[in-house]
């Protein structure tokens, strides 16, 4: 494949932007930890002092949270410093004096990949913490049996290990505004003040449907589209691994209703795309926003819609390889990874029900193997004759290939079902590599995951 100059300086200018959002973002966060430091030594505090902040995300909305607490604990003159939950230590804890745990649950009452090593290593047994204070606020859905568990088991463990609480545990269902607004009002009673400010609702974007395709016509599975929405009045900047929050209509109380879902694309396709299976209940009925999204928004409508951080699953370094797996609607994430410039090789290993529908975006990928974007492509199909396999199937199959990879420096990200996929794909992952070697992966950032 040949491209012409254009080509290439419009590529190298895109790399140059996307370097320099990259660029801005980090020295953004550590001006922001920087003034948190300043203003407690103004203050007269130590580190001891300083409120910690411990976030488990899945998906960044803990993270985004632990910063907007510590932003409005430190605004009222009490330091305060986020922290993901897996640096979290002996040493640390019993060094501070608070510590508010902000901790997502994942499926039936999992703990997010960057709280799993601190599951493992410190709430295995009680530690001695007489001298701490802390407090939960357990992010969750209602909708799980084992709704808020991870946050009900760090509250139950700490409070275990002696600590005690600066209040009562606060269960979030869904992002429900009149538990996060509890949660802000303890944070001022906390910080001694009435004047805590209340952050304001996430500001959303217009977005216009330009496009919208049927990917899967015929298929023996649910429906998945191909849609593709444009800013509107607005320069919007995004990295791959990203989370779109959409706001559906207002429910029948006036309350907005929100749903997430994987971006396809990176700014430099001028779009935020993305590939949405139509989800339909036992009694026929559509799911809440699959159905609002495919039944009921037509091309030229426009929505509300933002584009949150999710760091969890954000681009390894350039030079790393990496390997994608996912299956169905999951090829979105990893489609976005494919879209951003990189040294290293890609291998994309992708599940779905037959070849002859469910291909998706198959001309796309053949195009970059081709071009030598994607060094390896191997794909499952569990409904076609003769073939029957998931994508969990080809980890097995693939096993020394997989070790050589991870020898060489590869990351290894996730992305698709929750139930079946992903709990296979770990399981397949943990025999190929083992499981000591698959945890030190996840503590070391190397296995992201963005499973839903």
């Known amino acids: 494949m040949t491209h012409s100059p254009l080509h290439w300086i419009c590529a190298a200018i895109c790399v140059g932007l996307w370097l320099a959002l990259v660029g801005w973002t980090i020295v953004k966060v550590r001006r922001e930890l920087a003034a948190v430091t300043a203003r407690a030594a103004a203050l007269g505090q130590t580190a001891t002092d300083t409120v910690l902040i411990a976030y488990a995300s899945q998906t960044g909305t803990a993270e985004e949270l632990a910063w907007q607490s510590a932003q409005a604990l430190s605004d009222a003159g009490t330091a305060a410093r986020p922290v993901p939950l897996s640096e979290l230590d002996d040493v640390a804890l019993k060094s501070a004096r608070k510590v508010l745990f902000i901790a ?46 991870f946050g009900r088991q760090i509250d139950a463990w700490a409070s275990d290990s002696g600590a005690k609480p600066l209040f009562p ?73 990203d989370i779109a929050e959409f706001a559906l209509p207002s429910d029948a109380v006036g309350e907005r209703v929100t749903r997430e879902y994987s971006l396809a694309s990176v700014p430099a396709d001028n779009g935020a795309e993305f590939c949405v299976r139509l989800m339909t209940a036992p009694d026929g009925s559509y799911g809440l926003g699959s159905g609002w999204l495919i039944r009921d928004l037509a091309q030229g409508d426009v929505v509300d819609m933002r584009i949150r951080p999710n760091r969890s699953f954000r ?98 990200f996730v992305c698709g079902s929750l139930e079946g996929m992903s709990k296979g794909v770990h399981a397949a992952l943990e025999t190929v590599l083992g499981e000591e070697r698959l945890q030190g992966l996840t503590d070391a950032g190397r296995y992201r995951r963005d499973v839903y």
């Not at 996060?180 to 609702?201: C, D, F, H, K, R």
């Not at 593709?228 to 919007?236: E, L």
């Not at 070849?355 to 030598?372: N, V």
């Open 315 to 412: 681009p390894a370094p350039s030079a790393a390889p990496i390997i994608l797996i996912g299956n169905g609607t999951g090829i979105a994430g990893l489609r976005a990874h494919l879209k951003v410039e990189r040294k290293g090789q890609a291998w994309l290993l992708f599940g779905e029900r037959t070849r002859a529908h469910d291909d998706f975006f198959g001309e796309e990928l053949k195009a970059m193997q081709a071009a030598g974007i994607l060094a390896r492509m191997d794909q499952a199909w569990s409904r076609d004759e003769g073939d029957g396999r998931y994508v969990q199937h080809l980890i097995s199959e693939n096993a020394r290939d997989i070790e050589r990879w991870i020898d060489r420096g590869a990351y290894i």
């Open 104 to 149: 997502s649950t994942t499926g039936e009452g999992d703990a997010p990949d960057n709280g799993s090593g601190f599951l493992r290593r410190q709430m295995t047994h009680s530690a001695a913490l007489p001298n701490l204070r802390f407090a939960v606020l357990a992010l969750g859905d209602k909708s799980y049996d084992r709704y808020c568990a």
């Open 169 to 241: 545990r606060i269960e979030v269902d869904n992002n429900d505004p009149a538990a996060l607004t509890l949660w802000q009002q303890q944070l001022a009673e906390m910080a001694g003040t009435e004047n805590l400010y209340a952050w304001v609702p996430a500001a959303y974007d217009r977005w216009q449907l330009v496009r919208k395709v049927h990917l899967n016509p015929g298929s023996p599975g649910g429906e998945a589209w191909h849609l593709v929405f444009q800013p509107v009045g607005h320069s919007p900047k995004w990295e791959a691994g």
